[in-house]
Nanobody
C-alpha cells in the first residue's frame, strides 16, 4: 500500500514553469510505476505522463510532449512533474498515481493509488 500527496501547484502566467511533487509513503516505492493525470472543470480526468518502474521508460500525452518532464527520486520517495511553457489549457487539478506493476498505461483504471490533487491555474 502507498499513500500519495501532491504539492507545488499554484497560479502562474502563460509561458511560466512549475514543478509538481508527489511524495509517497510506504515501503518499496521504487517498485511502483507512477503517473500524472489532470482534470479540468467539466472534463474527464486525462493522462499526462507516466514513468515505468525499473526501466525508467516514459510516456507523454501529445498535448504536453516537449514541455513536461516526469522524473522520480527513489531515495526521497518522490515523483516530479516539471512543466515548462505553460498554457491556459494546462489549467487543471493534477493528480499523482501509482501501481506496483510495469506499465505506462494511459487508462485511469490501470492505476491503483491516487493522491488528492493539486490545482494548477495558468492565466493568459
Amino acid at each position: 500500500q502507498v499513500q500519495l500527496v501532491e504539492s507545488g501547484g499554484g497560479l502562474v502566467q502563460s509561458g511560466d514553469s512549475l514543478r509538481l511533487s508527489c511524495a509517497a509513503s510506504g515501503r518499496a516505492f521504487s517498485t511502483y510505476s507512477t503517473a500524472w493525470f489532470r482534470q479540468a472543470p467539466g472534463k474527464e480526468r486525462e493522462f499526462v505522463a507516466a514513468l515505468m518502474r525499473g526501466t525508467g521508460s516514459t510516456r507523454y500525452a501529445d498535448s504536453v510532449k516537449g514541455r513536461f518532464t516526469i522524473s522520480r527520486d527513489n531515495a526521497k520517495n518522490t515523483v516530479y512533474l516539471q512543466m515548462n511553457s505553460l498554457k491556459p489549457e494546462d489549467t487543471a487539478v493534477y493528480y499523482c498515481a501509482a501501481v506496483s506493476v510495469y506499465t505506462l498505461s494511459v487508462v485511469r483504471s490501470s492505476w491503483d493509488y491516487w493522491g488528492q490533487g493539486t490545482q494548477v491555474t495558468v492565466s493568459s
